[in-house]
């Protein structure tokens, strides 16, 4: 009977994903003004060509959480974040869980007259 409950093998436990893939490249991008990230659904002046889909991230750290999302919409080719929201759970023990999460977009190429 032991071999129909899954035996004595032990399932190995694969590590979680971290949300940092390329966070340093894209603290650069974030801070030099070249990606965006906005609350509104839209940015005054650029039109969105294509949303390429919800890009999210938790962490401790308020800046792990935010900057792996980004990193993440960096990944998918994303040019901005729109629509962007963050929310923090407090814990009784004292911790936060921050989540921060929005729209990955590309833009329209601008036409040239």
Do not use: W
């Amino acid at each position: 009977m032991l071999f129909l409950l899954g035996g004595n093998e032990k399932k190995s436990k694969k590590p979680e994903p971290r949300c940092v893939e390329n966070v340093e490249v894209v603290k650069e991008l974030f801070r030099n003004g070249r990606f965006p990230v906005v609350t509104t659904e839209s940015m005054e002046g650029r039109t969105i060509g294509k949303v390429l889909g919800l890009v999210a991230c938790r962490a401790y750290d308020s800046e792990e959480a935010f900057f792996g999302m980004a990193a993440r919409a960096v990944n998918k080719g994303a040019q901005a974040i729109v629509g962007y929201q963050e929310n923090v759970a407090f814990h009784p023990d004292g911790s936060k869980f921050f989540s921060c999460y929005g729209t990955a977009v590309q833009f329209e190429k601008a036409r040239r007259a």
